[in-house]
């Protein structure tokens, strides 16, 4: 039947394309559904892609897959209204094979990754958007997933469907898998997409060629809220984007585009921005509730993978999201060998992904949401000492050094910091995001 298919897979974001490559790969007949004009048209992230996992899937993607600049150096800044303490670091080595952290466009990436799937033989739509999963009649249950339903009307059946939708995840929660997300285990961010010319942005940014930066923004832009602003530098265009947790925000009454218009307001960053035109605005959620927000990752012919899964740590959500994808695939893959699509064999892919060296980062930081809670403005704290002592370190005025050390330290203390023993300084590393 031509509605019929071995997988599908719902969105080609980074999970679902490599999911879809695989298993295509695998001889699998596949359809790719994605409810976007294009895939990556509804999708927003800070900029950079990790190289090694990336290539673990696909070797030298480098060569083919489009991207704008290799990241070699990389700056934090602690803001404060009218100053900065900044650390950084570089290593040239990064501007060549096999890379570090790529600076890459959604809309190019997605489209490149969907189309390594087609080279497979999988078929992609788009403008499909999936409102329901179908499942088989049963006289005292639902059932098994057999299929899914799009917004038309039009409906597609496989043997085993793989879920890769994102954060939003309405299916995997229709499936039962999850709960609602709550607004404390996700961060809201908004992006401002800007064009410069090259040679302005080469020159004002210390980049030669393909070389890259990002820069990292913390304290002022977020007005007390967890969360960071960020720059990342295409060839010719440059990403703003600034946001935090979602329930600190609708506490404070303050949307994500304040947070832009305040964090452009910044002396250090408005130069930056200096001449640059925007040309796009998007704003997305990244999760970020960790190991606790993990759902059932797996049902009879049903499968969950990348931001829907919640595999996301730190800074890095695509290649998780990748490797998760790959997962998921290659026990499709099995099941398929065997015809068997229960929850039995599917948990291999629970398995594999509980064995993952990412499983591990995500279940060390279990109890983030237990530091996020008990020191809800440590960002914008640590931020403002940093400048107080920078300040106060570099003013040169006609006290005696020693005096000048002692002020500092009174000054400090008196700020009530939440880093006061060694294992505070360690929960804070531990726990530190820089996204
Ligand atoms: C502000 C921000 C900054 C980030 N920065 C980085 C970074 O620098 N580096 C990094 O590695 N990661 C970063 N991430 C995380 C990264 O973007 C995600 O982890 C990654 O995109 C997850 O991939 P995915 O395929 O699981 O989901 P997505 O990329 O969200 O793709 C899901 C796809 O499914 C489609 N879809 C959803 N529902 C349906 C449906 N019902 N029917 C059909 N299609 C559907 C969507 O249109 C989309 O194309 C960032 C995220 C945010 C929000």
């Known amino acids: ?27 699998l007949k596949v359809l790719l ?11 927003m992230f800070g900029g950079t892609i990790y190289a090694v996992p990336t290539a673990e899937i696909f070797p030298e993607f480098w060569e ?22 900044q650390i950084g670091f570089t290593n040239q080595t990064y501007g060549k094979p096999p890379y570090n952290k790529l600076v890459v466009h959604r809309g190019k990436f997605d489209s490149w990754l969907a189309q390594k799937a087609v080279s497979e033989g999988a078929v992609l739509q788009t403008h499909s958007l999936v409102t329901r999963l179908l499942y ?42 999850r709960s609602d997300i709550p607004a404390e285990t996700v961060k809201l961010y908004v992006k401002q997409v800007f064009r410069l010319p090259r040679d302005i942005m080469e020159e004002r940014f210390h980049l030669d060629g393909d070389e890259g930066a990002v820069y990292g923004f913390v304290g002022y832009p977020t007005a007390g809220i967890i969360g960071k602003a960020g720059i990342w530098l295409g060839k010719e265009t440059l990403g703003l984007i600034v946001g935090g947790f979602l329930n600190q925000l609708a506490q404070k009454r303050m949307s994500p585009y304040e947070l832009l218009e305040r964090t452009k307001r910044h002396p250090m960053i408005s130069r930056l921005l200096r001449g640059a035109e925007p040309i796009e605005y998007a704003a997305h959620m990244i999760p970020k509730g960790g190991f606790k927000m993990i759902p059932q990752l797996y049902d009879h012919h049903l499968l969950v993978a990348g931001d829907a899964a919640t595999m996301v740590s730190g800074r890095r959500g695509t290649d998780l999201a990748m490797l998760s994808g790959k997962m998921a695939a290659e026990i499709a893959l099995q099941a398929h060998a065997k015809g068997d699509f229960s929850q039995k064999i599917l948990a291999g892919y629970g398995w594999k992904i509980n064995e993952s060296f990412f499983m591990n980062d995500i279940r060390a930081k279990k109890n983030y949401d237990k530091y996020v809670k008990k020191y809800q403005d440590s960002d914008y704290l640590i931020s403002r000492a940093m400048n107080e002592f920078g300040s106060a370190y570099f003013r040169v005025d006609m006290s005696a050094e020693q005096d000048k050390m002692k002020r500092i330290q009174q000054e400090l203390k008196q700020m009530q910091l939440p880093l006061k023993s060694v294992k505070d300084v360690w929960q804070a590393l531990r726990n530190w995001e820089v996204l």
């Open 1 to 27: 039947m031509q509605d019929t298919y071995d997988a599908i897979v719902v969105g080609a974001g980074p999970s679902g394309s490599v999911a879809a490559y695989i298993m295509a790969r695998g001889g």
């Open 136 to 177: 088989s009649e049963h006289r005292f249950s639902k059932g098994r997933v057999q299929g899914v339903e799009l917004d038309n009307g039009q409906k597609y059946y496989a043997d085993i469907v793989i879920l890769a939708e994102g954060i939003n995840a309405f299916l995997t929660k229709q499936a039962g898998l």
């Open 33 to 43: 559904l994605e409810r976007g004009t294009y895939p990556g048209s509804k999708n």
């Open 64 to 85: 083919e897959a489009p991207w704008e600049r290799a990241v070699t150096t990389e700056y934090l800044y602690f803001l404060d209204d009218n100053s900065a303490f």
